[in-house]
């Protein structure tokens, strides 16, 4: 991707005075950087799949998939390719572009990635773009993962620096920071974000903004979640975050990283029509689509389509090259 014209050098002191600014000015420079880089009236919509549930070695206080927490999740075997390739014939069949497939791995093993390599083929195959997550990597695994002709890796921040350890004590931001840097050098498209409410600061939801703008190249997708809450979890009963905080970070995001795709991620059952707007006002133009997240529930298609067609929003249809996705000027 043409990073031209972007920076990579902010200050957090200056990210702060963006979250600070009257909410009707950061919509409108948010909005206004938005339609330099994007059509303001489409959105990408992936669809998620776990290919591999529960009985996850990490700690991560938010997930219903962790060994520690009890959840109360059934565990599952790594799905056969025959079931991977029908979710995605379902999800296409609805108007998905991506299709992204999660595994609850510390990382993958080399033999786990034969089989995930077979999923990204046959999903190609169908004429799909490709993600997968799969925890930390190697560059040797990114290499293999390139070649078989994967598009996206996903591998969030999740938090500030500072806010990580309260999260998760099994792996170091400086890991996540790693393996993200195996996937870029690999020539795989960069999919990093984070989580909101999870008792973190404002200063927070600066600090992992300022790690992933002032990356040497910003992510091409950045998901931004809003926790679930799921019982058992550490951080199950953890203070929500006010809806329209949740929309000033959307669009700071925006301003810092303008020609990414902003993802409005995890949470949206939890949201109104009306704070979703907000989002697609302050700059989100992704989201997941589907009834399905990964263990929890996303909201049914046809809610989404009455609420692109109340918003006048059309689904992005066509996969667009990662470098030439430009677009409007206007
Ligand atoms: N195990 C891999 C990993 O952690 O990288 C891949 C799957 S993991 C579930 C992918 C991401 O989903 C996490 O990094 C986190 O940002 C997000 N996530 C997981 N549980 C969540 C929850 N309850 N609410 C919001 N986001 C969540
Ligand atoms: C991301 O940032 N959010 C998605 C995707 N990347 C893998 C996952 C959200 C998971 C929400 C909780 C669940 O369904 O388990
Ligand atoms: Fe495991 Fe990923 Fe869940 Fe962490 S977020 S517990 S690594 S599945």
Not at 188 to 207: H, K, P, Q, T, Y
Not at 247 to 276: K, N
Not at 300 to 317: N, P
Request: charged share 25%; net charge negative; glycine share 8%.
């Amino acid at each position: 991707m043409s990073d031209a014209g972007t920076r990579h050098d902010w200050a957090i002191e200056e990210i702060e005075a963006l979250f600070a600014l009257p909410f009707n000015d950061l919509l409108f420079r948010a909005q206004t950087v938005h339609r330099e880089h994007f059509d303001p009236n489409q959105v990408q919509v992936s669809t998620l799949l776990s290919i591999k549930t529960g009985a996850c070695p990490e700690d991560c206080g938010y997930c219903s998939q962790s060994a520690r927490h009890d959840t109360g999740l059934e565990r599952e075997r790594l799905l056969p390719l025959d079931e991977v390739v029908a979710a995605a014939e379902a999800a296409r069949a609805k108007g998905s572009t991506r299709f992204c497939m999660g595994a609850a791995w510390r990382n993958p093993t080399d033999r786990n990635l034969d089989r995930v390599v077979e999923m990204i083929e046959a999903v190609r195959g169908l004429g799909m773009e490709t993600c997968v997550t799969l925890g930390m990597l190697s560059g040797a695994q990114a290499a293999r993962l390139k070649s078989a002709g994967l598009d996206y890796y996903n591998h969030n921040l999740d938090t500030s620096p500072e806010f990580y350890g309260n999260v998760i004590t099994t792996r170091t931001f400086q890991d996540r920071l790693d393996t993200l840097a195996h996937v870029r050098d690999a020539g795989i498209n960069v999919c990093s974000g984070g989580i909101l409410g999870m008792g973190e600061s404002r200063r927070d939801r600066a600090s992992m903004l300022q790690s992933l703008a002032n990356m040497p190249q910003h992510p091409e997708s950045v998901p931004i979640n809003m926790l679930v809450q799921v019982e058992g979890t550490p951080l199950h009963g953890a203070e929500e975050i006010d809806g329209l905080d949740f929309v000033r970070t959307i669009a700071v995001a925006r301003i810092l990283m303008p020609a990414s795709y902003v993802r409005l991620s995890a949470g949206r059952s939890e949201m109104s029509d009306e704070l979703q707007a907000l989002c697609f006002l302050a700059g989100a133009n992704s989201m997941f689509y589907g009834e399905r997240l990964l263990t929890t529930d996303n909201p049914a298609a046809d809610h989404d389509q009455a609420l692109f067609t109340r918003l006048g929003l059309t689904m992005e249809s066509r996969p667009l090259e990662a470098d030439s996705k430009a677009c409007c000027g206007s």
